[in-house]
DNA sequence: GCTTGATTACACCGACCTGTGTAATCTAGA
DNA sequence: TCTAGATTACACAGGTCGGTGTAATCAAGC
């Protein structure tokens, strides 16, 4: 599967159906799985458990998915979120996005990227997983990059990469150390990585400049 | 458990015995442990599959490990390695931490950060799993923040953090990815906020500056 | 009323899991 | 040779897991 079509897909499922009609029994069971694969764990978590906490049979659960399998896909694909279009500059959208980062890791119910997490907990067997996984990772390093040549950066494939290491860095360490001051330092670093390639983020240019002295070697 | 202690622990069990010898039946089961969990995952592996791996009965696993918890205890101590003193300047040594990780990248055993991986599956309701992972991050970023500080940077502190982040971001990118490029991307990006702190890495301290035009280094 | 489809309860399967109990066997050292 | 500890095979307990089969129930639309 395509991260396109992935995007196209979920846009479809969440724009097209009347938001609150449809209380379709599909959809509360993936957002139940959802809560419980994402704070526990996929392996962690049973379809006896799920269908427990909707209080509905089992049976019916697997009317509506044909393995558990499929149900982590489609919670994978529903977790695949399309980042929503913004009127703001696109150097404050990029900042923006660890000013973002930092709230949500301050919610205790976050529990670091689920696709990281996915791929860590099923393995690089699991190609349908791995495949997804992949897709969103490239879809947000292609929405930096597109922030980036707006704002007309020559290297901005680049840069683009490097800023999605600090997002994914900053995940993975608050993950560890419950600490949401990750995302306020993957941000400074962005700064810094932005200003070097000419992006104006605001602040002194050369503020944190000149550690001391260094010996030339 | 303490981060020193465990380094201690660790130097004391590698240094002090006699390397050929000690095929000692707790360390063959340490290894194949360390060998299944981190390929295939904690919970992806019984201690049935550890036993017939390495050729014994499980109840000799069990006389060296009262539970899986505490083999998965002693799978990360063991881990937990101590970076070994080097006699190159601080800058190369920090990196060189990178093409480290590149090497490992492209390694096709490379499965991610144990430490991160087992807090991603056991969750972090799992203490002691968390405890000694939030030891390592933190260890190396101690560590980086030495060489900051041997090399006179004012905020060693901050730029040791954001450092980590970078190798961090570029293990779950390349995890997910298996793109050993990521870790070149974090070394470059590194070389950044190394040369905005003023410390000296080797080529043109401007030559990627400035947005539009320049030849790709 | 009747039909159709969704949902229900519930038993059950085979597989795998961690962990234990036991009694026999092997091996090294005094 | 005797002893003590390690290791063995093997059965088994008690549990969870994903998944299925079946027959009853419920609700909506014709």
Not at 15 to 41: H, N, W
Not at 136 to 148: H, I, T, V, Y
Not at 168 to 191: F, T
Request: glycine content about 6%; charged content about 30%; some cysteine.
């Amino acid at each position: 599967m395509q991260a396109g079509a992935d995007v196209k897909a979920l846009v479809t499922q969440v724009c097209v159906m009347p938001p609150a009609e449809k209380s379709d029994m599909k959809e509360r069971i993936l957002a139940t799985a959802d809560k419980l694969f994402y704070l526990q764990g996929i392996r962690a978590i049973g379809v006896d458990t799920i269908a427990a906490e909707i209080g509905i049979s089992k049976r019916t659960l697997y009317n509506h998915f044909p393995s558990k399998d499929a149900l982590i896909a489609a919670y994978l694909e529903r977790r695949f979120v399309a980042q929503r279009p913004s009127d703001k500059q696109p150097a404050e959208q990029i900042l923006a996005t660890f000013d973002s980062l930092e709230r949500r890791f301050a919610a205790k119910d976050f529990r670091g990227c689920p696709f990281v997490n996915a791929v860590a907990e099923l393995g690089p067997q699991d190609r349908a997983v791995k495949k997804i996984a992949v897709a969103f990772k490239e879809s947000r390093r292609l929405w930096f990059r597109d922030r980036l040549n707006e704002l007309g950066v020559a290297n901005a494939d680049a840069l683009a990469t490097q800023l999605v290491l600090l997002v994914d860095g900053s995940i993975a360490q608050d993950l560890v150390r419950d600490d949401p001051a990750m995302a306020r330092a993957a941000k400074e670093a962005a700064k810094v990585l932005l200003r070097n390639a000419g992006v104006d983020v605001g602040g002194d240019a050369t503020k944190a400049a000149k550690g001391r002295k260094q010996t030339p070697q």
